[in-house]
Antibody
Framework: EVQLVESGGGFVQPGGSLRLFCAASGFTFSTYSMNWVRQAPGKGLEWVSYISFRSDTVYYADSVKGRFIISRDNAKNSLYVQMNSLRAEDTAVYYC??????????WGQGTMVTVSS | QSALTQPPSASGSPGQSVTISCTGTSSDVGKYNYVSWYQQHPGKAPKLMIYEVTERPSGVPDRFSGSKSGNTASLTVSGLQAEDEANYYCSSYAGTAWVFGGGTKLTVL
């Protein structure tokens, strides 16, 4: 079964850091580009970051540029995002999502990040 | 990276058709044929329903169809069923980013 499972979410104070993980299974992870997409409570979806299958291209939303770092380890079938200088507005469910081509065909169940003092 | 514009709500009775619009700009929807649509039920992850404007992934009923004209894309759901009640989001590739619409809550009356 094709599956993505996120973990690493939790509570963090403003200005703090958190690292999210996404474990992939059921497909050849190393041949797909991957993304992080988030959803604030009661709000819509917001694309956060993209990484190509070889990690040679990364993109970030303006809202996280300079604070978040996306990475992957194809040997471990894993996707990561290091989130620094967290703000209250970063509070959201964070999904990892696989690129089919220019769309997101497989999504994880999400992990909740709460930034609050 | 401005969000695409969707109506906040749409509705229809079982068996009817409903169309949801998604308006972007000449930098995203108007430039690329990479518009996709996602269905999200409360508390669940989004599900891909339409990709590359008009294509349906396997397993998605043919009651769902997509189209595009200029800077506006549309999702049409024909023969509405109770299980179609959900939030729907459009998305477009925009060169070095992706943008989503604000979402449309579809209610089956």
């Amino acid at each position: 079964e094709v599956q993505l499972v996120e973990s690493g979410g939790g509570f963090v104070q403003p200005g703090g850091s958190l690292r999210l993980f996404c474990a992939a299974s059921g497909f050849t992870f190393s041949t797909y580009s991957m993304n992080w997409v988030r959803q604030a409570p009661g709000k819509g979806l917001e694309w956060v970051s993209y990484i190509s299958f070889r990690s040679d291209t990364v993109y970030y939303a303006d809202s996280v540029k300079g604070r978040f770092i996306i990475s992957r380890d194809n040997a471990k079938n894993s996707l990561y995002v290091q989130m620094n200088s967290l703000r209250a507005e970063d509070t959201a469910v964070y999904y990892c999502a696989r690129n089919k081509v220019y769309d997101f065909d497989i999504w994880g169940q999400g992990t909740m990040v709460t930034v609050s003092s | 990276q401005s969000a695409l514009t969707q109506p906040p709500s749409a509705s229809g009775s079982p068996g009817q058709s409903v169309t949801i619009s998604c308006t972007g700009t000449s930098s995203d929807v108007g430039k690329y044929n990479y518009v996709s649509w996602y269905q999200q039920h409360p508390g669940k992850a989004p599900k891909l329903m339409i990709y590359e404007v008009t294509e349906r992934p396997s397993g998605v009923p043919d009651r769902f169809s997509g189209s595009k004209s200029g800077n506006t894309a549309s999702l049409t759901v024909s023969g509405l069923q109770a299980e179609d009640e959900a939030n729907y989001y459009c998305s477009s590739y925009a060169g070095t980013a992706w943008v989503f619409g604000g979402g449309t809550k579809l209610t089956v009356l």
